[in-house]
């Protein structure tokens, strides 16, 4: 089962097992520009991502 | 990922002060720092009125219920735009403003500025040469002006603005490509006071956006998450992007940018001279200081856009 993560209105699959850091790698997103959090919980960049996890990446960058 | 003070599971790591916290310990840092910034940058005291512009967005929210959490005297300010962008996003973010100094009993002042100067943003914008790509340009001199106008109609000591050090470090990034050397001799945390300008301060500049986001997600405030819909290529999200890329290979390249600046300031690198040194007088019309010959920018611009806005309607300027 693979990890969803989501970024606004855009949807990723990465494979369970990875960290969060590598993911954000994989998926070419700077890890400066978002917040990642599980069940409504944030989550650090080494934290291992586990089979059927949703993953909500908040972006934090604003202004023009 | 273990919090450094307790051991618990950290929600944010912080490479750049090589420091992870879990929830509890972060909500107490972040109020703790500001403080530290407050002080030494002699922001205000407890027995200032100050006067905090909102927006409905992380930063300005956070602060707030930081200067609110701290003991301090401040009052809101949120201009209402007039933006929808499809999704109301004026509407919003004036919901969630009075929203949060509702649930925290605070005095919140609310400015239309079609109310005030008789078109909203995008609609006078239109009617501008300047604005007519982009409101942005438009928009920025009239919240400074209404900003102003209100600290000093309210008697406010100064004015707080939620900047963060990614706000300042691509704005410093900017004027450094240009060698705005008038626009470094004024960027800092404190901008003093002239006759007829507030004073400005920037609480959170030594935060980075994401530990802004992070304190407003923990804390549970309810911020606009969407972005103002002109924002989209803006340069200051561009040069954040790239200080971002930057300061993903070396943690602490956007607070060092940014501090040494601060250093370099202080021992006056950047002074105003010559042709950069503003010289104030005050509008004819408004009284509001400014630089230009006869009356200020706001004065003149939303003078053409009522006159356009009368020609259209056929009514009178």
């Known amino acids: 089962m693979p990890v969803r993560i989501r970024l606004r209105n855009k949807h990723y699959e990465v494979r369970a097992g990875m960290t969060v850091r590598d993911a954000l790698r994989k998926l070419e997103i700077q890890p400066e520009s978002v917040i990642p959090t599980r069940e409504g919980e944030l989550i650090t960049e080494d934290e291992i991502l586990r089979e059927g996890d949703e993953i909500r990446l908040v972006a934090v960058i604003s202004g023009g | ?317």
């Not at chain 2, 051991?7 to 912080?14: D, F, H, I, P, R």
């Not at chain 2, 500001?34 to 602060?63: C, H, N, P, W």
């Not at chain 2, 500025?113 to 300047?130: C, D, K, N, S, Y």
């Not at chain 2, 301060?201 to 969407?226: D, S, T």
Request: proline share 4%.
């Open chain 2, 1 to 317: 990922m273990k919090c450094r003070k307790c051991g618990e599971k950290a929600s944010l790591n912080m490479r750049q002060h090589k420091l992870a916290l879990c929830k509890e310990h972060f909500l107490a840092w972040v109020p703790e720092q500001t403080e530290r910034s407050i002080q030494r940058y002699r922001m205000f005291s407890r027995d200032d009125r100050i006067l905090v512009a909102v927006s409905g967005g992380k930063d300005s929210l956070s602060l707030w219920d930081i200067l609110w959490r701290l003991g301090y005297k401040a009052d809101g300010l949120y201009i209402d735009l007039g933006i929808d962008g499809g999704h109301g996003y004026s509407q919003e973010s004036r919901r969630l403003s009075e929203a949060f100094a509702a649930s925290r009993d605070l005095h919140l002042r609310v400015i239309s500025v079609e109310h005030e100067a008789g078109a909203a943003i995008p609609e006078a914008a239109a009617l501008t040469q300047r604005g007519r790509e982009k409101p942005c340009s438009l928009c920025g001199l009239t919240k400074r002006h209404l900003m102003n106008r209100a600290a000093q109609e309210g008697g406010y000591s100064v004015l707080a603005t939620g900047h963060n050090l990614d706000d300042e470090a691509a704005a410093l990034f900017g004027n450094t490509l240009g060698w705005r050397v008038g626009y470094l001799a004024r960027q800092g945390p404190v901008l003093e006071a002239r006759p007829g300008l507030a004073r400005k301060v920037k609480p959170l500049c030594r935060f980075y956006e994401r530990e802004m986001a992070a304190y407003a997600l923990l804390r549970g405030i309810a911020y606009i998450y969407e972005e103002c819909p002109y924002a989209e290529g803006a340069t200051t999200l561009y040069y954040k992007e790239l200080l971002n890329r930057l300061e993903a290979d070396r943690p602490g390249a956007k607070l060092s940018f940014y501090l040494g600046f601060l250093r370099a300031r202080e021992h006056m690198t950047f002074h105003e001279d010559g042709k950069d040194k503003l010289e104030l007088h005050p509008c004819p019309r408004c009284g509001q200081p400014t630089s230009a010959p006869g009356e200020c920018a706001y004065c003149r611009t939303w003078s053409k856009v009522r006159l356009r806005l009368g020609t259209i309607t056929g009514g009178e300027a």
